[in-house]
């Protein structure tokens, strides 16, 4: 999908009145007020305030096929909530979205609006993104604009944790871990600014609290989406005032069912990727819990978001993290190139229920239960198919709402054993997987229609079931569902020996684990 072109306000001539200004870089991962050290700093610094979002073709034009549509939505759905926000008091403003790259449109806006400051929060999603900031703070010197960037879209500061280890970026979460007492504990969260009476004058001053923004939000049609395009779900919806509604629900519902978990939509993941919420505001709230409630949660919860952070540091510092060549990180396996098996996987339509359920589920709802992720993973790349791991994680990137390159790129290398796994490498059977998470098949007949009509004991292998078993369903495997794309018994050790054969080699080269 191409983005398409996005009518906005031309920039004209600079108004008579133009004070200096300070312009507050809402980026894709900051759409938030609280615990947003960026706009604290920009909204109490007695300047003119401008608030600004932009739309970078890169984030579309990026993906073989563009972002879904219920990834867009839920951008979209979080800069409104943003723009609303602002509009109230004491701030009184607007939330101005503009279209291209940041390097051609800023510099626009430096002269026009006579800006003295840049303030934004630090992309920390890979060492191209550090780049690519490092680009920006050269232009705004350049212009004699004072640049001043934050790190809050993780629980540390990833060059505090250099510095704790000499400079050597951990490699693994073990490493990782040690260094952690040496860090200390993460800032606590900071409370949503109030400007002062001198800024919050300048705040409505030229034009900004007549509440006319000079770039609008895009819509989805704008985007180049067709006004039938299929919204599959309304369960997630974008936005701070969401996010935090979740927020004080926390703990309010656990369960121990698989079902529910595959099933649950209560997940605050999608609100992380979008800076919706704050990961500091979150783990705050889960010792507060914790204190109340036990420490069992707390645990978990913690647990991931350490894995989180050690993804984040790993990708900011590693060169092409995201990619097999050129990745030091990551074993290059010689993976095949099938087409047909990459097309059928996307589409869910490999035969096997358990996987093309999950598929589904990600296209249409954009989210999955990491458990399950997992098993679409193994099964794309060493468990049967054999294909590369770097293929999955663009999917992901196309279609999964809380998709963030550094964890989503650590899980596929481990689930593909391309890196960050251990020497135990077990088999992995779809079937069995999906009977234990999915005994009576309810998850299947949600997201695989076809077989609503099932049995419960065919289910999970379809294809056994007798003739007239398949005629009473409805459904003729190979007619109106496919037969399985691979022999789940012989692909499958095939896969397994081929990965330990490798591994085998290279342990004899290095020594260790790879």
């Known amino acids: 999908m191409a983005l398409a072109h996005i009518p906005q306000r031309v920039l004209g001539q600079q108004p008579q009145e133009n004070p200096a200004t300070v312009v507050n870089w809402f980026?894709?991962?900051?759409?938030?007020?609280?615990?947003?050290?960026?706009?604290?700093?920009a909204v109490t610094s007695g300047l003119r305030f401008k608030a600004i979002f932009i739309v970078d073709p890169w984030f579309n034009a990026s993906y073989n096929s563009g972002l879904s549509v219920n990834v867009w939505r839920f951008l979209l759905e979080?800069?409104?909530?943003?723009?609303?926000?602002?509009?109230?008091?004491?701030?009184?403003?607007?939330?101005?979205?503009?279209?291209?790259?940041?390097?051609?449109?800023?510099?626009?806006?430096?002269?026009?609006?006579?800006?003295?400051?840049?303030?934004?929060?630090?992309s920390q999603v890979s060492y191209e993104s550090k780049q690519h900031d490092e680009?920006?703070?050269?232009?705004?010197?350049?212009?004699?604009?004072?640049?001043v960037s934050f790190f809050a879209?993780?629980?540390?500061?990833?060059?505090?944790?250099?510095?704790?280890?000499?400079?050597?970026?951990?490699?693994?979460?073990?490493?990782f871990r040690r260094l952690l007492p040496i860090v200390g504990c993460p800032q606590q969260p900071i409370p949503e600014p109030i400007p002062e009476p001198n800024p919050l004058s300048l705040l409505t001053s030229c034009g900004v609290g007549t509440n006319i923004a000079e770039g609008e939000i895009p819509t989805l049609q704008s985007l180049g989406f067709a006004p039938s395009e299929k919204l599959y779900t309304n369960h997630?919806?974008?936005?701070?005032?969401?996010?935090?509604s979740r927020l004080s629900k926390f703990g309010s519902h656990r369960t121990d069912d698989p079902i529910e978990w595959l099933m649950n939509k209560d997940s605050f993941s999608p609100y992380i990727r979008f800076g919706c919420l704050s990961v500091r505001q979150l783990f705050s709230q889960l010792r507060q819990f914790a204190s109340l409630r036990g420490k069992a949660l707390l645990q978990e919860m913690t647990k991931d978001l350490l894995l989180r952070e050690f993804a984040f540091l790993v990708a900011y510092f590693t060169p092409n993290f995201d990619q097999m060549k050129g990745n030091p990180l990551c074993i290059q396996l010689p993976w095949d190139d099938n087409k047909q098996y990459l097309e059928v996987w996307?589409?869910?339509?490999?035969?096997?229920?358990?996987?093309?359920?999950?598929?589904?589920?990600?296209?249409?709802?954009?989210?999955?239960?990491?458990?399950?992720?997992?098993?679409?993973?193994?099964?794309?790349?060493?468990?049967?198919?054999w294909l590369s791991w770097v293929l999955g994680n663009e999917f992901f990137q196309e279609f999964v709402l809380d998709f963030e390159l550094p964890t989503s790129t650590v899980c596929w290398m481990q689930s593909s054993c391309s890196g960050f796994f251990c020497n135990q490498i077990e088999s992995y059977n779809p079937c069995v997987i999906g009977k234990q998470m999915d005994t009576e098949g309810q998850y299947i007949k949600t997201y695989v229609p076809e077989l609503q009509d099932f049995p419960v004991e065919y289910i999970h292998q379809p294809w056994n079931a007798p003739q007239d078993i398949q005629e009473e369903a409805g459904c003729i495997i190979g007619v109106d569902y496919p037969q399985p794309i691979v022999d789940v018994c012989n692909q499958g050790e095939q896969c397994c020996k081929r990965i330990r054969a490798i591994m085998t080699a290279l342990y004899q080269v290095y020594g260790t684990n790879p």
């Open 27 to 41: 980026r894709i991962d900051s759409l938030r007020l609280h615990d947003n050290p960026a706009f604290n700093y």
């Open 346 to 385: 996307r589409q869910g339509q490999t035969g096997f229920p358990w996987i093309d359920a999950i598929i589904r589920q990600c296209r249409q709802e954009g989210w999955a239960h990491s458990l399950a992720r997992q098993s679409i993973a193994i099964f794309l790349t060493r468990g049967y198919m």
């Open 236 to 244: 997630w919806v974008g936005g701070e005032t969401e996010a935090l």
């Open 135 to 147: 680009i920006i703070q050269r232009m705004a010197t350049e212009h004699s604009v004072e640049c």
């Open 153 to 175: 879209h993780t629980l540390y500061n990833p060059n505090d944790i250099l510095t704790c280890n000499n400079g050597r970026v951990p490699v693994s979460y073990k490493e």
């Open 78 to 122: 979080s800069l409104h909530d943003l723009d609303s926000k602002l509009q109230k008091r004491p701030y009184q403003t607007r939330l101005n979205v503009f279209v291209g790259q940041p390097t051609a449109i800023l510099p626009e806006l430096f002269s026009r609006w006579n800006v003295s400051k840049l303030i934004f929060q630090a």
